[in-house]
């Protein structure tokens, strides 16, 4: 079985800093696009950062300058880099990864980690 599992959440001050990371783990014969999606309290889910398994990015512009995406393939593992925090970045971090399951090749499946807290204090 295929599970996503998140980490590096927390609370810091405005202006600083976290690395969030997301590792699948189970039965995975390939990982396509990689993602980090944010939801506040309220508030409907949203992109972040994509990457590809390439190595292809893209960020809403939100966080444009601020966050980095990357992935470690032979780890299963992405990251997301947060500097110049905001109270607006206060939310709940789910990493999404597009998965083909070693059991059922030619279907790819989405995946959703439980999510991690990110607070940012003004």
């Known amino acids: 079985q295929v599970q996503l599992v998140e980490s590096g959440g927390g609370l810091v001050q405005t202006g600083g800093s976290l690395r969030l990371s997301c590792a699948a783990s189970g039965s995975i014969f390939s990982i396509g696009d990689m993602g980090w999606y944010r939801q506040a309290p309220g508030k409907q889910r949203e992109l972040v950062a994509l990457?590809?398994?390439?190595?292809?990015?893209n960020y809403a512009d939100s966080v444009k300058g601020r966050f980095t995406i990357s992935r470690d393939n032979s780890k299963n593992t992405v990251y997301l880099q947060m500097s110049s925090l905001e109270p607006t970045d206060t939310a709940v971090y789910y990493c999404?990864?597009?998965?083909?399951?070693?059991?059922?090749?030619?279907?790819?499946?989405?995946?959703w980690g439980q999510g991690t807290q990110v607070t940012v204090s003004s």
């Open positions: 990457i590809n398994s390439g190595g292809s990015t």
């Open positions: 999404k990864a597009r998965i083909t399951p070693a059991q059922a090749r030619g279907v790819i499946l989405n995946y």
